[in-house]
């Protein structure tokens, strides 16, 4: 059973562009949610992460929406950079039971000029 | 401050043999975490170990694999012997802590082909 599900598989937007991708949860343990960016031959890294009590979080292009009742939370990456293509990880963690990060499937993003 | 390395980044065997990963931290994290990605799934969770000892293997997959850590600095995963649904990137990750603030700083993976 997955816990965390997410979508699209792949997205590609032009130069410029909004970038979404969405994410959604089953466990309502789930306490603190993270987006990881990968670039190939690397690992994965923290980009911005989000706590339940608030509904959005800002930093810089990334912005992060956390929707509490629908168990649903999205990246959003405004003015889409050629150097934004990656594949992102959104995940899911309970801080006060185990430390697991439990991952969605992951989605790669292309940006074209 | 160098990051959490793995070796070897690629490894292709035959099916019955063994492979071990290791994974070096970074220095001073207590913490160290082993991931699995198979082809196109989501990264799924090992094992978590603090310092020397296994805080959580819930997610290791059967008897076959098997996590150290010796010392709590380096670690090792051992598949012996190795199946094809073996195949996938190992990652590593480490952090200084537990709880809020915790961030896991992940190597760049050590990719497992099994034939």
């Known amino acids: 059973q997955q816990q965390v599900k997410q979508s699209p598989q792949s997205l590609i937007v032009q130069k410029g562009g909004i970038s979404i991708i969405n994410c959604a949860y089953e466990n309502t343990a789930f306490d603190y949610f993270p987006w990881y960016q990968q670039f190939p031959g690397k690992g994965p890294a923290l980009l911005i992460a989000i706590r339940p009590d608030v509904s959005e979080k800002k930093e810089g292009r990334f912005t992060i929406s956390f929707n509490k009742s629908a168990k649903q939370f999205s990246l959003h990456i405004m003015d889409s950079q050629p150097g934004d293509s990656a594949t992102y990880f959104c995940a899911a963690r309970n801080n006060f039971g185990n430390e697991k990060l439990t991952f969605g499937t992951g989605t790669r993003l292309t940006i074209i000029p | 401050e160098a990051g959490v390395t793995q070796f070897p980044s690629h490894s292709v065997i035959e099916k019955g043999q063994t492979v071990t990963l290791r994974c070096d931290p970074i220095s001073g994290h207590d913490n160290l975490y082993w991931y699995r990605r198979v082809m196109g799934k989501e990264i799924k969770f090992l094992l978590h170990?603090?310092?020397?000892?296994?805080?959580?293997e819930s997610g290791m997959p059967n008897n076959r694999f098997l996590a150290e850590r010796t010392g709590g600095t380096y670690s090792t995963l051992k598949v012996q012997p190795a199946e094809l649904e073996d195949s996938g990137v190992y990652f590593c990750?480490?952090?200084?802590?537990?709880?809020?603030?915790?961030?896991?700083?992940f190597g760049p993976g050590t990719r497992l082909t099994v034939l």
């Open positions: 990750a480490s952090s200084w802590r537990q709880g809020i603030g915790n961030e896991q700083f």
């Open positions: 170990f603090v310092k020397e000892s296994k805080q959580d």
